[in-house]
């Protein structure tokens, strides 16, 4: 159950990799894997769940930029946008900060308090 005015994370920045043995990879490009899109959606909503204890009740959009291939760092950033929206966008890591992260995806979602 949700907990009532927790506090919202406004980002997370951990390093995350999907493993090259992940089941969904086999019909996504052998020789080429590409994780697919459902795979990255389902780690933006784990996360954003289990940090602030919020439900996601719809993916309001996203967009897919760039493809993210198994055993490369991303990360996952949200942003609070209006009530119960927020913002988040998935970029390869930069750990060398000298340029602007490549973006993989792009989204809004609504939660449930």
């Given at each position: 159950?949700?907990?009532?005015?927790?506090?919202?994370?406004?980002?997370?920045?951990?390093?995350?990799?999907?493993?090259?043995?992940?089941?969904?990879?086999?019909?996504?490009?052998?020789?080429?894997?590409?994780?697919?899109?459902?795979?990255?959606?389902?780690?933006?909503?784990?996360?954003?769940?289990?940090?602030?204890?919020?439900?996601?009740?719809?993916?309001?959009?996203?967009?897919?930029?760039?493809?993210?291939?198994?055993?490369?760092?991303?990360?996952?950033?949200?942003?609070?946008?209006?009530?119960?929206?927020?913002?988040?966008?998935?970029t390869l890591s930069n750990e060398k900060k000298?340029?602007?992260?490549?973006?993989?995806?792009?989204?809004?979602?609504?939660?449930?308090?």
């Open positions: 159950m949700p907990i009532k005015n927790s506090p919202l994370i406004k980002s997370i920045n951990l390093n995350m990799v999907i493993d090259e043995h992940h089941p969904s990879l086999d019909g996504h490009f052998p020789g080429n894997p590409v994780v697919p899109g459902v795979v990255i959606l389902d780690q933006v909503m784990h996360l954003w769940q289990v940090e602030n204890r919020q439900t996601i009740n719809k993916i309001l959009h996203t967009k897919f930029i760039h493809p993210l291939h198994p055993e490369i760092i991303y990360n996952i950033q949200y942003t609070p946008k209006a009530l119960q929206k927020i913002d988040f966008v998935v000298e340029t602007i992260p490549t973006v993989i995806c792009k989204g809004l979602f609504s939660y449930d308090e």
